[in-house]
Each structure stands twice: as C-alpha cells, then as structure tokens.
C-alpha cells in the first residue's frame, strides 16, 4: 500500500526540534550482515556488547519468572532499588530506572529542559545526548574536545544563564578517553547551581576495576552527597552483559529523582529486567571474568596497533577507536569479510572506527582481517 501525503504536509507537523534530527544508527544487526552480502559466521564488534554476555544467575531469574509475564512489571522496581541499595550503600529514594540508561537520558532532558534552554556537552560527546535535547527544541552547545576528550574548561567557558544540563560520560565513548577524580571535582566545586551535571557511567565497571589500570578514576556516586544537582547515570548493557533486555538507572540527590519519576512511564522496566538485574548484581566473580576477558583484549588491540604504527586512543572502556584513514572504505572490507565494527564519521571522527572488545578468537579475525586489508592498500 502507498499511503500518499499529498494532502498535508508533515514536515510542517512535526515539532521543530524534531524536524531536524537524523535518527540515531546502531550497529548493524548480524543477520542483516547475513542476509545483504549472503554470509554467515559473521562477528559484530560494533556495539559495545559484552562477549561473555550474562551471568548464568541472571538467566535463571529470567527464567524462573516467564510465568509472571501476564502481569504488568512492579511500576516501582522495588526488588532491583533493593538489590543497589544493597549493592551501592544508597537510598531507593535517590534512584530512577530506566528502560536502559538511554531511557534517564531521556527522562532528565523532558524533566528539566525546556525550549529557551541550552544543554552543553563536548565535541565527539555520545549520540544520545544531542538527540535527546534537539528532541525538545533545546539549542545543543557543542564544545570542542581536548586529544579527544572532554574540555573541562571550554565546558564550563560555555555555561550561560540559559545552561539547565551539561552531559559527560565518563570514560566517553567513542573514544574511551576519561576524567581523573581531581579534574571532575574542581568541575563540579565550579559548576553554578542552576545547571544540572549528568554523569554519564556507561562502563562504570570496566574503568573502575584495578585490572583496567586507569589511575585516579572516580567513582561519580561519592559526589552526591556534595552536589545536589550531579546526577549519575549507569547500566546494565555493558559489563553486565544484559543490553538485550533494556535496563539502566539514574542515581541522584531524592528530590531530582522525584522529578524523574514524575516524567517516567509507569511501566518503563519490564518484570524480566527487574528479576535478571537483581540477580547479576551479586555474581561479582561473572563480572570479573568479563573484565579481565576486556582487559586481555584491548591489549590484543594495543599491540597490534603499535606494530602496524596506528594511532588509537588508549580505552578505559570495552572498546577501542583507532585510525585508519580511509574508515569507511576499511569499514567495507571488513563487511565482506563478515566483521561487524563501527564508523564513527557521525562523532567528527572520519579516520577511525571503533571496535569493541570481542572474544581473543574474534579479535584475533579482526586484527587479521585489518592486516590483510590495510597491506592491500598500501
Ligand atoms: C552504551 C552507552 C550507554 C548505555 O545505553 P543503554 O541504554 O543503557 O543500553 C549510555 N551512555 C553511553 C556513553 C554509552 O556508550
């Protein structure tokens, strides 16, 4: 059926900030890989997934609780709240969750953003962020980063009156770089009280965990009790391996989460998420073994990087961007060869793709296949 709009105009109808946003790309599914160029045994490297994937307890909750699957999910999440108050020393109060943390992102742009504002974030900063604030007709102001990071100054240089909402993910992805716990706390002691800071803790697990060898990194949570208006944000898609079943959380002073809450949908969480998160919570020893995997892997990379002389920026995520030069022709290659990996010509960086930390037998095919593809060009 051809549906003609011929009659109106919807252009005209859809909200200004939203007539001008490209929807977000993700990584390319593995069966859309199989399907247009034919292939099969194809790796995605693209989405930052975990290659262990999850914790066999938080399998069995999910299992255990398919029966409940008739009924609406508990619209307070009170066993997960539970499961991090334990886990974290916080109070359910200073907790919203979401249906990912894409979702709180969302949730803190329609609670505290509106039109006349602007939301400042930096230069290679995550897709969601700007998205979330065109969404609402806020002006987005993009501050230029520093060797691929966050500019702590040229943020706070670009704080007017009309600042509600200044995003950094911490490390930042695509570029995995990261801010040390000195460098965020003068940050957050300049900070004027009319702007809200979103602490962005995606790969919280990975950066903190000794093994990663990131000195200095701090973890956001500690700040709460100093500054009312920093709010964290973390997930379960990343070191927890659950990005399939759509699970994150804000963590903030109570007062910012009732704000949340009030914007949230009642039913944002699914029961299944509520029982897996719970459980995986406390299998630390998965968790672990998730990370040494990324830290072996990342060292794969590193060292097939400084043979070959590549430039990459040294990650304290479960992802690496490196330059090749041509990247989205490199892209392609690897296509053929069924490797899934990211561009990411759409962060301003048009020279390198991010890969994300695979199994050693995946890394080792991608590794290869950029060998392979990078002496036929030369
Ligand atoms: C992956 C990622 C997220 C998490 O997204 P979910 O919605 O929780 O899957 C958030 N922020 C950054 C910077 C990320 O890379």
Redesign the pocket.
């Known amino acids: 059926m051809t549906i003609s709009t011929e009659q109106f105009d919807v252009c005209d109808l859809a909200a200004p900030g939203v007539r001008e946003l490209t929807p977000y790309q993700p990584g390319k599914p593995i069966e859309e890989l199989e399907r247009e160029y034919g292939l099969s045994d194809v790796i995605k490297l693209a989405s930052?997934e975990n290659p262990l994937g999850p914790s066999p307890d938080a399998l069995t909750a999910i299992r255990d609780n398919l029966a409940e699957l008739s009924r609406y999910p508990d619209g307070n999440g009170f066993i997960l709240k539970q499961a991090l108050c334990n886990h974290f020393d916080l109070d359910a109060a200073q907790i919203t969750l979401?249906n990912?943390?894409?979702?709180v992102?969302e949730l803190i742009a329609r609670a505290f953003v509106t039109p006349d504002n602007e939301v400042v974030f930096s230069q290679h900063a995550?897709a969601?962020y700007p998205l979330v604030t065109r969404a609402i007709g806020a002006r987005a102001v993009v501050t230029p980063a520093r060797a691929g990071g966050h500019d702590l100054e040229a943020i706070l240089g670009a704080i007017t009156d009309r600042t509600r909402l200044v995003f950094i993910?911490n490390p930042?992805?695509p570029t995995g770089t990261w801010l040390t716990r000195a460098a965020l706390q003068a940050f957050l002691e300049q900070v004027p009280p009319h702007v809200l800071v979103v602490l962005?803790e995606?790969?919280y697990e990975y950066a903190a965990d000794p093994a990663t060898g990131i000195a200095d990194y701090p973890d956001g949570l500690q700040w709460l009790a100093t500054f009312p208006n920093l709010i964290v944000?973390r997930?379960?898609?990343?070191a927890y391996g659950l990005?399939g079943l759509?699970?994150?959380y804000a963590v903030s002073h109570p007062e910012v989460a009732d704000y949340l809450n009030r914007v949230r949908q009642p039913f944002n969480v699914n029961h299944l998420a509520l029982a897996a998160v719970s459980a995986a919570l406390t299998d630390t020893a998965h968790l672990q073994r998730g990370i040494a995997l990324n830290v072996r892997g990342l060292q794969q990379y590193y060292q097939a990087f400084d043979q070959r002389g590549l430039d990459y920026f040294p990650s304290a995520?479960n992802f690496v961007t490196v330059r090749v030069g041509p990247a989205a022709e490199i892209n392609e290659q690897l296509l053929r060869r069924g490797i899934i990996v990211r561009p990411v010509a759409n962060y301003d960086l048009p020279e390198h793709l991010r890969i994300s930390i695979g199994s050693e037998k995946e890394n080792r095919r991608c590794i290869d296949a950029l060998d392979e593809i990078l002496q036929a060009g030369e």
């Open positions: 930052n979401g990912g943390s894409n979702d992102l995550f969601v993910a930042n992805n962005d995606a790969y944000t997930t379960f898609s990343k990005a759509r699970i994150g995520g």
